[in-house]
């Protein structure tokens, strides 16, 4: 494929000069044509540069591939002809106020004014607090009925708001309006001293906390030309991969909750913890936090870290085991997983969905195989095999990935690795760069940019958590199903508000 | 069903002996720091300008549990010499200025409320209202269900409804997006009631300090009952912080 955009690799430092700046309508024709031709977006953001606006993209296809452009203050909409751009052109619609002309849903994605004191795009009153003071989407006819939930949720959740557009108990329509937490962590990340830079990163989804940590140290690493020792890549690996083991557990657990299967329910919430508690084995930290850090670890694996880590997952893997098995034989389990909430290959393709949602519904995409960082480059990652594409399929993927998981932490403990450990200090970035970094967490694809200007200032900071790409799945899962399957579709995709709203 | 059974005897019991016996943390874990003694000035210094906190202060001596999330930078860089983490994870406190500490906190029981113990000591209904965190604290107040931790056998449960509740646990930052529904979940809960304030983010704005988005404190907005520190809290925290104030 011929095309403008320029290559470049996962986590490889870039002198800004050499990405290319198309003008405007090349720039369109070039994006266009690679998403139409079946790549994705991995990230399209506007950013302030001296005195004008520009956008940049980060599309991927096997390769990973960048360009820059002027912004216009409007422009056609992209979203008319490729919806994997939808959100990324809302998102900078409220960041920057540049409208994209004749999108086909155009209305806000965190409710705050924008970076440039223009008059709103969407016409919103910020001094009005209440993102869902908004006109939802309306289905008319004498039977339908609207179902309003959140922010507050009846569980200990984050918040965000659904409404249910329904006839009966059979969902039409299903929309997601987010923002409630946001806490401007771009702006943040920009503006901070180097030593609160792990900490935020670590902080934009606690459960994604070695996902996004990697994609910010890598990031630094680039522009610092630090390369992290092969032993912490070991510990990095180890730790994501715990991450996914704990999150995926839980998500069956709750599955299983959610269709009224209680003791697997019980017994994964147990062995959750123990996961947890795995990481902070660790570092101190159940969540991973304090563990990555620019450089490389804070923390070395010594031998009784070692021993501790494989007595505990050789107890815990036939637990895991028995519980998958006794959850995924029950056929009262099946009956409610199969067919429940099905997502068609062609909707998630043109959604652009990621991790294991985009794998449950057929395409197998996976950063760690495509693009791969830290260790691995030497482990095999397969291909998952059910693609149905329903509640099932999701929660398959994830037994598969537990076992994987299990198996990549087993053979990885007993390497023969060293490392020299790290702590938080200053650092200086190389001036007038670029770097994106992408990393497969548990949810699916977190990718991270750092833009810096000529005095190695953080220019711009852009953080892609995977749930940008899959609410809008969830939404489409929702459609024609009955809403008392809400909860489990909802745990089938289990999405970050706060990585969403940031 | 044989497959049932067999699942359900391989888990055995295990639920945790907890407050009768403290449960073992690995060596790793921080829980309250220790500021040792006659520490130089020159190194509390050096520790408050590595904090990516800014949790420390130098004239005090102190670190401010309230800011701190526990990553340990000072104990690194000072080996030691200016605090120590140590596996106490009973820290919790009732005022926000105990926070400030040299590791030496008042006893939490002595300073809990009697009416609150009268009241709730024996049945407590909690509403927990996220508000902008990063979904860490959440998790780790949703495995007290668990059967490790089993809240429910001290009477305390989470519940769907304010009407239902008798006070209000808050994780996050508060962002400007929540600060109404969390004020309307408050006003939902009946008279008398109780606040607790559940991680750093929530005490002080942790992670997120400087944002306009947020508040810096959740006292600014709502009277504080109870402070549990952490980034987030370890479970055996917030139990403790639960047990100790209300039983």
Same mark, same amino acid.
């Given at each position: ?288 936090? @304090? =563990? !990555?850090? /620019?450089? *490389?670890?804070?923390?070395? %694996?010594?031998? &009784?870290? +070692? ?44 959604? @652009? =969905? !990621?991790? /294991?949602? *985009?794998?449950?519904?057929? %395409?197998?995409? &996976?950063? +760690? ?58 650092? &200086? ?74 | ?247």
């Amino acid at each position: 494929m011929s095309n403008a955009f320029l290559e470049v690799s996962n986590g490889e430092a870039i002198a800004r000069e050499k990405i290319v700046h198309l003008p405007f309508n090349a720039f369109q024709e070039n994006a266009l044509s690679i998403v139409k031709q079946g790549g994705k977006v991995v990230q399209y953001f506007g950013y302030k540069d001296q005195a004008s606006i520009k956008l940049m993209a980060v599309l991927r296809t096997d390769k990973l591939l960048v360009a820059t452009c002027d912004a216009p203050e409007s422009y056609p909409s992209f979203t008319q002809i490729c919806e994997p751009f939808h959100l990324f052109e809302r998102e900078i619609a409220e960041q920057f106020g540049i409208r994209p002309e004749g999108h086909p849903w155009l209305k806000m994605v965190r409710y705050h004014p924008n970076y440039r004191d223009l008059p709103d795009v969407f016409g919103n009153d910020y001094t009005k607090d209440i993102p869902g003071n908004y006109a939802y989407y309306q289905v008319d006819g004498d039977e339908i009925h609207e179902v309003a939930v959140g922010p507050v949720h009846a569980g200990v959740i984050e918040p965000g708001h659904f409404r249910f557009n329904c006839i009966g108990e059979r969902v039409l329509h299903l929309e997601i309006q987010l923002g409630y937490q946001h806490r401007a962590v771009e702006n943040l990340l920009q503006g901070v001293q180097a030593k609160r830079l792990p900490i935020l990163a670590e902080n934009i989804a606690g459960d994604t906390t070695i996902g996004h940590g990697l994609c910010m140290a890598q990031a630094v690493e680039a522009l610092t030309g630090v390369q992290p020792d092969n032993g912490a890549q070991v510990i990095r690996t180890i730790a994501l991969e715990l991450e996914r083991l704990a999150n995926h557990i839980g998500d069956l657990g709750a599955l299983s909750g959610d269709v009224a299967f209680l003791p697997p329910a019980n017994y994964f919430g147990r062995i959750r913890g123990d996961f947890l508690n795995l990481a902070l084995l660790l570092c101190g930290n159940r969540f991973g936090k @304090g =563990l !990555v850090r /620019p450089g *490389g670890v804070r923390f070395p %694996l010594s031998d &009784d870290i +070692r021993k501790t880590l494989d007595e505990r997952i050789k107890e815990l893997k036939p637990q895991v085991e028995h519980v998958l098995e006794l959850l995924f034989s029950a056929s009262t389990v099946r009956t409610r997983f199969e067919d429940c909430g099905t997502v068609s290959t062609h909707d998630a393709d043109r959604l @652009g =969905l !990621v991790g /294991p949602a *985009g794998r449950a519904s057929g %395409l197998p995409y &996976d950063a +760690r195989r495509c693009f791969p960082a830290e260790a691995y480059g030497r482990i095999e990652i397969p291909e998952n095999k059910k693609t149905s594409g329903d509640v099932y399929a999701r929660a398959k993927v994830r037994y598969d990935e537990v076992l994987q998981s299990i198996h990549i932490i087993q053979s990885l403990i007993w390497a023969p690795i060293e490392t020299e450990c790290v702590e938080t200090g200053s650092f &200086d970035l190389s001036p007038s760069s670029f770097v994106v970094t992408v990393n497969e967490a548990w949810r699916g694809e977190v990718s991270h940019v750092m833009v810096t200007d000529e005095t190695g200032a953080i220019l711009r900071y852009k953080v892609k958590d995977p749930s940008f790409h899959n609410w809008n799945g969830l939404s489409m899962a929702l459609r024609d199903t009955g809403i008392s399957d809400f909860p489990l579709n909802n745990k089938s995709f289990n999405l970050s508000y706060c990585g969403f709203d940031l | 069903m044989l497959n049932t059974l067999k699942n359900r005897f391989e888990q055995g019991y295990r639920t945790c002996a907890y407050p009768n016996e403290k449960p073992a943390v690995f060596d790793r874990y921080r829980g309250k720091p220790m500021v040792q003694k006659g520490v130089a000035a020159e190194i509390v210094e050096q520790c408050a300008k590595a904090c990516p906190q800014d949790a420390i202060d130098v004239g005090q001596k102190k670190i401010d549990m309230g800011r701190c999330v526990f990553c340990g930078a000072c104990e690194r860089i000072s080996n030691g010499e200016f605090v120590k983490f140590t596996k106490d994870f009973e820290i919790s406190t009732s005022q926000k200025s105990h926070l400030l500490t040299d590791g030496n906190l008042p006893a939490l029981a002595r300073h809990s409320k009697q009416h609150f113990k009268r009241l709730f000591g024996r049945s407590l209904q909690l509403r927990q209202v996220s508000a902008a965190g990063c979904n860490a604290c959440e998790a780790d107040l949703n495995v007290l269900a668990t059967p490790f931790f089993d809240l429910a056998r001290f009477g305390i449960n989470f519940v769907a409804s304010p009407r239902h509740s008798d006070g209000i646990v808050v994780t996050g930052p508060v962002s400007r997006n929540m600060r109404t529904a969390l004020l309307q979940t408050y006003e939902a809960i009946p008279s008398p009631k109780v606040v607790i304030a559940v991680g750093s983010c929530t005490i002080t704005g942790g992670p997120f300090c400087g944002s306009p988005e947020i508040a810096e404190g959740l006292d600014t907005i709502l009277p504080v009952d109870l402070f549990i520190p952490g980034c987030p809290p370890h479970p055996l925290t917030n139990l403790h912080a639960l047990l100790t104030f209300f039983k």
